[in-house]
């Protein structure tokens, strides 16, 4: 099973102040995005190699989750921006299956 060991984000990650658009009502929508994020995998052959966040929720989202809520201290949108990752809820629901 690989494991997520670090994370990183580029230049077109979308800033937390720029991730709303205007409704024609004038309300404020959040965008949601994993543009801009990778995750560094750590393989079991030891191997390690950056991922964009956008594959890896797929493909391993309790992994994802679970590094995105044991690093509260990262940024918000990293975190459960928008709910584009797992709630801790759905987490729980999914391990325990």
């Known amino acids: 099973m690989p494991s997520i060991v670090n994370h990183q984000k580029d230049e077109n990650t979308v800033p937390l102040k720029d991730g709303y658009i205007t409704?024609?009502?004038?309300?404020?929508?959040r965008i949601v995005t994993t543009k801009g994020w990778r995750l560094n995998v750590e393989w079991v052959d030891?191997?390690?190699s950056w991922i964009p966040l956008s594959d890896l929720k797929e493909s391993n989202p309790i992994e994802v989750a679970e590094y995105a809520i044991a690093h509260t201290g990262y940024p918000t949108n990293l975190r459960l921006h928008g709910g584009h990752l797992m709630s801790l809820r759905n987490v729980t629901a999914l391990s325990s299956r």
């Open 46 to 48: 030891g191997t390690s």
């Open 23 to 29: 409704l024609k009502a004038g309300l404020r929508k």
